[in-house]
């Protein structure tokens, strides 16, 4: 009875294994934004990125995950196993849009990282207020949308 389970569990730990060895798993691990361009629904997202005003100073983590690691990457194993599944099960959809997670995420990351700009803004505004940055600031991080007909992928490394 033992051996079959063995043998299953080593099985099992090789498909893993091989997977993650195939699919260069550790790259996913870091704030490479190469990594997140590795699939090709990504490129107008990477390419908007690329060519806009926040590339200098942010990475698609900056934005996209909390900044606490643990959080961080939890966050990052639960998009990889979501994407993963897309990809497998085919479900890609044409365009992407940010979960309501995501949203509070990138919100907190605004605000975080533009602190000083949004307390001077504050001032004087109500404390409850809905709005999300994104929706006056749509094209800071990403640029214009629809700019680039061929996406342009960055090979340099950054």
Known sequence: MKLPLAIATLAILVVIGTG?????FTTYLGDDPTACNNCHVMDAAYEGWFHAPHKQWATCN?????SDPIPKY?????????HVSAFTLGDIP???RASDNTKQI???????????????LAIGQPTNTERY??????DVAHGERGVS?????DTTGR
Do not use: W
């Open 74 to 82: 939890l966050t990052k194993a639960r998009s990889g196993f979501s």
């Open 149 to 153: 007909i061929l996406p342009y992928k």
């Open 133 to 138: 940055c994104t929706e006056c600031h749509r």
């Open 106 to 120: 990138v919100q907190q990351n605004c605000i975080r990282c533009h602190a000083e700009t949004v307390s001077d």
């Open 20 to 24: 993650m060895y195939v699919s260069d």
């Open 62 to 66: 900056d934005c996209h995950t909390p």
């Open 94 to 96: 044409d365009a992407i």
